[in-house]
C-alpha cells in the first residue's frame, strides 16, 4: 500500500505572470531586450500549492479568476502542474490579475508591477463548499488575498483543528481578521504589525498574541522561530541565486508540506530553506519543480 500524500488547501491569489530576464533593469524611457521570457501562473498562495503539489502533496488552491481568456490560462496552467483550483466567482467576466516580472541575470532579484486584485470583492464560499475542501486537509496556507476567502478558510479550518499557516509577506486589510485563526505566521523581515517600528517588535506582538508559531524569514540571513516559549534560528541555505522570483512562496508551500508531515519546527524551517534556495539556482518560473522534489525531508 502507498503511503498517504499529505493535503493541502491554499487560499488567496493567483496571478499571469509575465517575466522578463534581462541584465540590466531599463532606465526611465528606455527599452531593453530581454534574454529569456515566461509566462506561468503566480501569486503568493498559487507558487505555495505548485510547491507543495511539486513535493508530492496534493494540493487545492481556492482563488477568484472569473471567466476571462486570462483567468482560464491561469487555471489551465495551475491544474498542468499538479494543482486542483476551485474559483470561487466563476462568473466575473473581468481581467484576471496580471503581473509583470523583471528579474535581474547578474543577481537574480526581481521587480513585480501588479494590481494584487486589490480591486476585486471576491465573494466568499460558502460554509458548505469549504467544508467539502477541508475534509482530509492536514494543512491550510492563507494569504490574506481576497479577504472574504482568506478568512472564511482561515476560520473554517482553525474549528477544525487544522494547522493554519498565514504566509505574512506584507500587512494586508484582512490580517487583522486571519492571525487569530493562524497556528503558524510565516513572515518576512518587511512584515509589520500596525504600529510595529520593526521585524523584532512584530515578532514579539504575535508571540504576545499567542500566535503558536512565530517564524521570520530574512533573506541570507538566519530564519528566527518561537514556539512554546522556546526560540531558536535556523541558517539560511547559502546558494549562488539567478533567479529570486517566488522565493519566499517557495519557502511557505516547503513549510506547509513539512508541517503537514509532522516534522518539529527547527526541521520544518531547515527544509523549507533547503526547498527555496534550489528554487533560487535555476531559471524561470517552473524549471526548478523537479528538483525540489529530490530534496530529503528528513
Not at 117 to 143: K, N, T, Y
Not at 256 to 266: D, H, I, K, R
Request: aromatic share 4%; hydrophobic share 50%.
Amino acid at each position: 500500500m502507498s503511503e498517504r500524500r499529505p493535503r493541502g488547501v491554499f487560499a488567496g491569489l493567483a496571478t499571469l505572470d509575465v517575466v522578463h530576464r534581462v541584465a540590466v533593469a531599463p532606465a526611465a524611457n528606455e527599452k531593453v531586450t530581454a534574454t529569456a521570457q515566461f509566462v506561468a501562473a503566480g501569486g503568493p498562495a498559487a507558487n505555495a500549492a505548485v510547491t507543495f503539489a511539486a513535493l508530492g502533496g496534493q494540493a487545492t488552491l481556492v482563488t477568484a479568476l472569473g471567466s476571462s481568456p486570462v483567468a482560464q490560462t491561469i487555471a489551465a496552467e495551475l491544474r498542468g502542474v499538479g494543482v486542483e483550483v476551485v474559483d470561487v466567482d466563476p462568473g466575473h467576466a473581468g481581467l484576471a490579475p496580471v503581473s509583470s516580472v523583471v528579474v535581474i541575470e547578474g543577481t537574480g532579484d526581481r521587480s513585480v508591477v501588479g494590481g494584487d486584485a486589490a480591486d476585486r470583492q471576491a465573494p466568499a464560499p460558502s460554509p458548505e463548499l469549504v467544508g467539502s475542501l477541508l475534509d482530509g486537509v492536514d494543512v491550510v496556507l492563507v494569504d490574506g488575498h481576497h479577504p472574504e476567502v482568506s478568512v472564511a478558510v482561515a476560520h473554517a479550518a482553525q474549528a477544525s483543528g487544522i494547522r493554519v499557516v498565514v504566509d505574512a509577506g506584507r500587512w494586508k486589510p484582512a490580517m487583522a481578521d486571519v492571525l487569530p485563526a493562524a497556528s503558524d505566521v510565516v513572515a518576512s523581515a518587511d512584515f509589520r504589525m500596525p504600529g510595529a517600528g520593526s521585524s523584532e517588535e512584530t515578532a514579539a506582538r504575535l508571540v504576545a498574541d499567542r500566535v503558536p508559531v512565530v517564524v521570520v524569514t530574512d533573506g541570507p540571513a538566519p530564519i528566527r522561530w518561537w514556539q512554546g516559549g522556546e526560540r531558536g534560528e535556523v541558517p539560511a541555505q547559502a546558494v549562488d541565486a539567478v533567479d529570486t522570483l517566488a522565493a519566499g512562496d517557495v519557502f511557505h508551500g516547503a513549510y506547509a508540506f513539512a508541517a503537514a508531515s509532522g516534522l518539529a519546527v527547527p526541521a520544518i524551517v531547515a527544509y523549507a530553506s533547503k526547498v527555496a534556495a534550489v528554487r533560487c539556482t535555476m531559471v524561470g518560473p517552473r524549471s526548478w519543480l523537479p528538483a525540489i522534489a529530490e530534496v530529503p525531508l528528513a
